[in-house]
């Protein structure tokens, strides 16, 4: 043996002579935070930094075993463990009025605020926070105050800006009148000399912009900057400008009545004297000096360094009685820290406390055709859709949306859990799905800054087109970001369990209704031809849809037929059923063109519940479903109780007319020569014959994708 090991050196093989050789990698976040989700345990969520407290009594009653060891609790956050302290053992239990405290960071994400936190009862001893004492204060004098930054970030602006910047949502809008912005700021040191101003602004017009800022009725200084782009300003500011409490901010175009832009975000950084606002203070304290922080109004006060928020450390804190309270004092140390002082009946309350419910979507032991990803409040309405799937040969996986969350994001909120977990499926299933159906309304305001609602229960991706920022749901499914889907995905965008209901018994009904070939029948609806040949458009597709079924033609603007009348007469033959109904002409996200002959307040008035329609909208923004103010004309016609449409195809945003016209073709094409296709099959197939990437991504299936033309 011993002849053998220099040769088993040089061939780089002496690893195997080692036992640690056949031991497994340590776990990564994914894979730690697959196993979190896949086990009972509490999921803890915050909204802001700061120190927690969660109670026993809080964390059994959201499916926490009460008998667990109090040794075995472990926190976990990203995939991470997460020290905690634990309070109130007895008999190495956590006792009835015991507590578990940690230090939280919030999440700030365009899709949520909410970081969550997995607490579980684990096979070895969870992390705890180290105690310490920072050694004894000596005579030495504090400094008066620190840098502190008072921030101020407007998000009451929707603001799509055309350079694809993924922010959004800005504040108030700068014009030619004075707008004003307050910022509070707390013992503020007036002895302080300098203060800074950061400001982030963005123009709403590709032209040269200017703002006059003013603090407090002194004007600061005139910033110019031009186009769309982010411009950040920077401003060195007298101390003798601000004062304690609210101080104001002035700010005026300068550039005329045609000069507008939008305010992001206000940075102002001051002299913070080193007294706690509402008994909590978080600051900084330099090497080698020593920091005294008075004013607390209890003894009792929680000292914790946060110079590393992932590895809290809590200090015994050195307090005494001062004329303003209480004041803790930090001796000198070598290094930098940030600490975070507060009494202790302080601590946050967490924003949820809840049971996680365990699941394992990411095995490759699983089989479906199709898959419901779904928001849980809609899966009790589901049952006949999938029953009539399955009587049809598919295997059916209904899914909580929240369960993608806790397996591929950490518990984040967000688009991205959704394509992970199908791009997983797709790799991993024993039979991956070819059928997904998204069911739940999204929005482009997911945060509700503009306070309209929480409509994001199954999210899209908001994407960057030529002319606008718009949903794009296949971006789910196109995995090399082609613009080409790799699955058949389509979306049924309701809002409550009544609205998913009337939908799934719209499907359900259209499909089981007994219809023979022979009653097929198209509606051709065209706009008038001022600035493109629509009427043309719909003499080519009568030609080929004639020979398989019966053809209506109706243009805006031929036979000398007001708009009242021709939107008259379309309402009557939407009444009617058609099998088909194909638009071609202009439009927006609720109507059919300028003239307004087809609106989504119209849908409801819709009478043919026995009869209902495949609506192809060869047009802009009838698909676009993510305003939280108004439905948007091809949701409103699949939500319509009374009749409608089983299904739409639509675009979300602005595209070009010629490039449409070659998707429409291709989409009868196949749905003609291939009768039993399913219109998500059809609609998936159709895109590859169009370049243009803005076709590709926003014309998106508002229906079942299994469903058949009948």
Not at 173 to 202: N, Y
Not at 578 to 599: C, D, E, M, R
């Amino acid at each position: 043996m011993k002849k053998l090991i220099p040769l088993l050196l040089t061939l780089g093989l002496v690893a195997a002579l080692s036992p640690g050789a056949l031991a497994a990698p340590p776990e990564t976040p994914s894979e730690r935070q697959l196993n979190l989700a896949g086990r009972a345990g509490v999921k803890i969520q915050v909204k802001r930094d700061g120190w927690y407290k969660v109670t026993r009594s809080e964390l059994v009653k959201s499916g926490l075993d009460g008998s667990a060891p109090a040794r075995s609790l472990q926190l976990f956050a990203d995939g991470k463990e997460v020290p905690i302290l634990v309070h109130g053992v007895k008999r190495g239990r956590l006792a009835s009025n015991g507590w578990i405290e940690f230090y939280g960071l919030e999440r700030d994400t365009l899709s949520t605020d909410a970081r969550t936190y997995w607490l579980i009862a684990g096979d070895t001893a969870g992390r705890r926070i180290p105690v310490s004492r920072p050694g004894k204060p000596r005579r030495l004098a504090s400094p008066r105050s620190f840098d502190y930054t008072a921030v101020r970030k407007g998000r009451t602006t929707y603001f799509p800006a055309p350079d694809g910047n993924p922010r959004a949502f800005y504040g108030q809008i700068v014009l030619s009148e004075v707008v004003t912005e307050e910022l509070i700021l707390h013992h503020q040191d007036p002895a302080a000399k300098r203060a800074v101003l950061d400001i982030t602004v963005r123009g709403l017009t590709p032209r040269p912009h200017g703002l006059r800022i003013s603090l407090n009725g002194t004007v600061i200084d005139t910033f110019d900057f031009a186009g769309q782009i982010p411009a950040k300003g920077h401003f060195q500011l007298s101390g003798d400008l601000l004062k304690e409490g609210k101080n104001t901010l002035s700010f005026v175009s300068t550039k005329g009545e045609v000069d507008a832009s939008v305010l992001d975000e206000i940075r102002l950084k001051y002299a913070h004297r080193y007294e706690p606002d509402n008994d909590t203070l978080a600051f900084p304290v330099h090497p080698g000096k020593q920091v005294r922080v008075d004013g607390f109004s209890r003894r009792a006060i929680r000292l914790v360094d946060i110079t590393d928020p992932g590895s809290p450390r809590v200090l015994r804190a050195s307090v005494s009685k001062s004329a303003a309270g209480y004041a803790v004092t930090v001796p000198p140390a070598k290094r930098w820290r940030r600490l975070h002082a507060l009494v202790r009946a302080g601590a946050r309350r967490p924003a949820a406390v809840v049971a996680n419910r365990p699941s394992s979507w990411h095995k490759g032991d699983r089989t479906a055709d199709m898959v419901i990803i779904t928001h849980r409040s809609f899966q009790g309405t589901l049952g006949p859709l999938r029953e009539l799937r399955e009587q049809q040969g598919l295997k059916v996986a209904v899914i909580d949306v929240e369960d993608l969350y806790d397996e591929f994001s950490y518990g984040a909120h967000g688009p991205e859990a959704i394509r992970r977990f199908l791009d997983s499926a797709r790799k991993n299933w024993q039979r991956a799905p070819r059928f997904v159906l998204l069911v739940g309304d999204a929005t482009y305001d997911p945060r509700n800054y503009l306070g309209h609602g929480n409509f994001d229960f199954v999210p899209t991706q908001m994407i960057q087109t030529v002319w606008v920022e718009t949903s794009s749901d296949d971006w789910f499914v196109d995995f090399d970001l082609d613009g080409l889907p790799e699955m058949n995905l389509g979306r049924l965008p309701v809002r409550t369990s009544a609205q998913a209901a009337t939908v799934v018994a719209k499907i359900v009904g259209y499909e089981r209704a007994q219809r023979a070939p022979s009653a097929r029948s198209a509606l051709l609806v065209g706009d008038a031809n001022e600035d493109f040949d629509f009427s043309g458009a719909n003499e080519r597709l009568r030609t080929r849809l004639a020979p398989a079924m019966p053809v209506e033609v109706l243009n805006r603007g031929a036979g000398g037929l007001s708009n009242a009348a021709v939107r008259q007469s379309l309402l009557g033959k939407l009444n009617a059923g058609p099998t088909l109904v194909n638009y071609f002409g202009h439009g927006s996200a609720q109507l059919w063109t300028k003239a307004g002959i087809l609106q989504s307040k119209d849908a409801d008035d819709l009478r043919n519940a026995n009869s209902l329609s495949f609506y192809v909208m060869t047009t802009c923004n009838n698909g676009y479903f993510t305003d939280p103010t108004r439905a948007g004309l091809g949701e409103a016609l699949l939500r319509a109780e009374g009749g409608g449409a089983f299904a739409v195809f639509a675009s979300s945003g602005y595209v070009d007319a010629y490039g449409q016209l070659v998707l429409n073709d291709e989409l009868y094409k196949i749905l003609l020569a291939d009768a039993p296709t399913t219109i998500g099959e059809a609609t998936t197939r159709a895109k590859a014959v169009v370049p243009d990437m803005d076709i590709r991504r926003t014309f998106a299936l508002l229906g079942d994708p299994a469903s058949r033309i009948r």
